[in-house]
């Protein structure tokens, strides 16, 4: 059956924030600061935001991670130290064999979301 709605109650601004999930922020001992959302019954999402030259060392326990980069520009390397540079707009897969990675911000501000399964834990 359907689920029953309200349209006269559910609307604006008040009831979608009322949807949304919250974040929890925490900052790296390099400045870089993360939004984790709660895990769904698949995946979880985390926000990764750096200034210029501001870096991240970390691992994904348990799975692999999807990325894009949404602003700024990025040089990744994994466990084989290859050096990709990635650009806003980009996507970007690290498989979990390539653990430990490492990201280091090439622009003013950068940001990327990093999509894991709702199993996996992010390490930094």
């Known amino acids: 059956s ?20 919250r974040c929890v922020r925490t900052t790296t001992q390099t400045g870089v600061y993360i ?10 999402l985390h926000r ?3 200034l210029h030259g501001q870096n991240l060392d970390f691992s ?8 894009l ?4 520009s990025f040089v990744v390397s994994g466990i084989n130290q290859c050096r990709h540079e ?3 707009g980009q996507p970007l897969l ?6 430990p990675f490492k990201m280091i911000a090439n622009s003013d501000q950068s940001a990327m979301v990093l999509v894991i399964p709702d199993s996996a834990v992010l390490n930094y």
């Open 2 to 21: 359907m689920p029953l709605i309200s349209p006269l109650t559910q609307y604006g601004t008040a009831f979608v924030d009322s949807l949304r999930r």
């Open 35 to 44: 939004d984790s959302f709660p895990a769904n019954s698949y995946y979880q």
């Open 48 to 50: 990764l935001n750096f």
């Open 60 to 67: 994904i326990a348990g799975g692999y991670a999807a990325a």
């Open 69 to 72: 980069v949404i602003e700024g």
């Open 86 to 88: 990635i650009h806003q």
């Open 94 to 99: 690290l498989p979990f064999a390539a653990n």
